[in-house]
């Protein structure tokens, strides 16, 4: 299994189309802030608009795509001459339908949704990734290009079953974004481009219990140690001992959600020769013990 298709099942992540925005210009659309263990995204199918989260502002063209991690509150406008104008939605059976105030032809065709994920690997998986992260897919790629097509179809269809398709092309389109992720504003470790570094990241996830000294990564990677590890800060964003710890977190949330294994031995499964250092290890990242979380999970349900 390639590494997003294991994260993303570790994440079991769902994928919502909430609406589809046909905005005129000179229009402003503001988002509130998504819950904690929500993910909000948008991808621009046509035209240009700016997305302003927090202290960034994204200049998106036809064929970007926009997730937010951080879940922050955020804001979409289009270009236009005097104050600015809302929305106003329709709902419909699959999603709602927004457009600008007053009519008018529309500048922009985007779609805006967002992923829920599980409170362990999936909240770990989003937290270590930056707060909003642009990618510019452009009209040139075919796959985007392929998957677009698909999403106005159904959106425009609107018919049984709609809901679940729309679902599943989002979740597609959240693959592409963190294989694809690369750029001066993105450091993204889920889209390595080094294929040594890409080897030990998914040696790492794929068995993160094992003994994984950098010494062992370096030579899985054909490195010296310090190539190794300068190439790993590079790439990743992050040391080898955080990226180890936050694998072994993401695969011990997995097992104690998904099985009824002791503590104990989650803990001896993910790398830990206790369990007293494996509980301080799970506070740290998730902010309450194993056995706790465990429960947490089950009351959810």
């Known amino acids: 299994m390639d590494t997003v298709s294991r994260l993303l099942r570790m994440a079991q992540l769902g994928a919502t189309l909430e609406k589809h925005c046909l905005l005129g210009a000179g229009t402003r659309m503001d988002i509130a802030r998504y819950g904690e263990l ?9 035209g240009e608009c700016l997305l302003y989260v927090g202290h960034d502002v994204f200049e998106l063209r036809a064929g970007d795509v926009v997730l937010i991690p951080s879940g922050a509150a955020h804001r979409v406008v289009t270009a236009g001459a005097g104050r600015p104008r809302g929305i106003v939605e329709m709902d419909g059976d699959a999603f709602a339908t927004t457009r600008s105030e007053r009519g008018g032809d529309p500048v922009i065709d985007l779609f805006c949704g967002h992923y829920t994920v599980n409170a362990g690997a999936g909240a770990l998986l989003f937290r270590s990734l930056p707060g909003a992260i642009h990618v510019a897919f452009g009209q040139s790629d075919e796959v985007l290009r392929g998957l677009s097509s698909l999403m106005r179809a159904e959106a425009s269809r609107e018919g049984s079953g709609t809901a679940a398709i729309l679902a599943a092309l ?29 080897d030990a990241v998914g040696s790492v996830l794929a068995d993160p219990g094992q003994d994984w000294p950098i010494e062992r990564l370096s030579r899985r990677a054909s490195m010296s140690r310090a190539t190794f590890l300068r190439r790993f800060a590079r790439e990743t964003g992050t040391t080898v001992g955080a990226f180890l710890a936050r694998a072994r977190m993401m695969a011990a949330a997995e097992l104690l959600t998904t099985t009824d294994t002791p503590v104990a031995t989650v803990a001896d499964r993910v790398g830990y020769r206790s369990e007293s250092a494996f509980t301080r290890a799970f506070r740290a990242e998730l902010g309450t013990t194993p056995a706790r979380f465990r429960r947490d999970s089950q009351r959810r349900l």
């Open 170 to 198: 989002c979740t597609v389109l959240l693959a592409m974004v963190l294989r694809t992720a690369r750029g001066a504003e993105n450091v993204v470790w889920t889209a390595v481009t080094d294929p040594g570094i890409a």
């Open 38 to 46: 929500e993910v909000p995204f948008h991808v621009l199918l046509d």
